[in-house]
């Protein structure tokens, strides 16, 4: 790409601040790429993020999902030899982590000392 292209398209940017390539917000980006599954067509493609969407929409680092994936907390799916994520999968890990988190034992109190 030469660097009047780079300019050029900053420019066209400029001229349209709510296009997808100037938003920042990956909610929006993700929204608009795929068509979402619709239950009464049965040919919908379901709506796929990859390691990095689902990074930013659960604002960790995507190493984070890549940990999470390979220990078995958060499902997949593998097209070729990409990862894949549905938005059924994110939303079940994000159920089992709020449930998680409701189910950890409360810390016990420091016990008293012996010698008082």
């Known amino acids: ?65 890549d940990s999470q994936r390979k220990a078995g907390q958060l499902a997949c799916t593998r097209i070729g030899n990409r990862v894949l994520f549905t938005e059924g999968q994110v939303m079940d890990y994000i159920q089992r982590q709020q449930t998680q988190a409701q189910e950890k034992p409360m810390r016990k109190q420091a016990r008293k000392p012996l010698w008082t």
């Open 1 to 65: 790409m030469a660097l009047g292209d780079t300019d050029r398209r900053a420019d066209r940017l400029r001229e349209r601040p709510n296009s997808d390539l100037a938003q920042s917000d990956a909610s929006h980006r993700i929204g608009s790429r795929y068509r979402r599954g619709d239950a009464d067509d049965p040919f919908a493609v379901p709506h796929l993020l990859t390691t990095q969407e689902v990074a930013a929409l659960l604002r960790v680092h995507r190493n984070t999902v």
